[in-house]
């Protein structure tokens, strides 16, 4: 019997139309097994953090997010930049990570999703800030730039260029492989 390897997609934009979570969605569909993906849509959902609700009962919301990276092997982010930082809600979901003991030692890794021309430098920047202070384990092979314009969306929201989807699951592959 194979053991699955659920992976935890977490996308930093809220809109529909997204291109970072046509990512995500491409990365459940080329996943490779054992790899098991649970997209994260709860974002919009969240309470603004705010140190004095850390504490049991947590907002429902909350103890869903940290219920779920508890159950994930590991975290794979992808997010835009907004005005050279990331995106307010976003940053919102990490904060709310802070207190979370399931990050501890968790593999995680980011697609870096960007087609513009500074490459959402400053986000991915400030993403690995914030990583450090949660104490995970940044799988730096997984940690990838792969431009996605809309161009390399179908119809059904998935990227469909085929070198495109060869790198998104190899880092899907390096995220899952980490020991
Ligand atoms: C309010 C706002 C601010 C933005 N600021 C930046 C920026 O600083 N740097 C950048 O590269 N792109 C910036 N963009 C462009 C978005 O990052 C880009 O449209 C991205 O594809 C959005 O991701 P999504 O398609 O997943 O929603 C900004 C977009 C918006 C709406």
């Known amino acids: 019997m194979t053991t699955t390897f659920p992976l935890l997609t977490i996308c930093g934009s809220t809109r529909a139309g997204s291109t970072n979570a046509a990512v995500l969605r491409t990365v459940a569909a080329v996943a490779p097994e054992p790899v098991v993906v649970d997209g994260y849509d709860g974002l919009s959902g969240l309470p603004h953090f705010n140190p004095d609700d850390d504490r049991e009962p947590l907002h ?18 992808c997010t835009p930049e907004y005005a050279g930082a990331l995106p307010g809600s976003f940053k919102n979901l990490l ?20 087609s513009s021309l500074t490459g959402a430098k400053h986000a991915h920047e400030s993403l690995r800030i914030v990583l450090g202070y949660l104490n995970v384990d940044l799988v730096e092979q997984a940690c990838v ?16 260029d085929e070198r495109t989807r060869e790198r998104i ?8 492989s980490h020991r």
Request: aromatic share 6%.
């Open 60 to 77: 429902p919301a909350v103890a869903d997010l940290r219920g779920r990276i508890k159950e994930a092997g590991a975290l794979l982010f």
């Open 95 to 114: 904060d709310w990570t802070v207190g979370a003991e399931a990050m501890y030692h968790k593999p995680v890794a980011w697609i870096n999703a960007s």
């Open 145 to 160: 730039h792969i431009p996605v314009g809309r161009d390399l969306l179908g119809e059904d929201g998935l990227v469909h």
């Open 169 to 176: 699951a190899a880092a899907v592959t390096a995220l899952a």
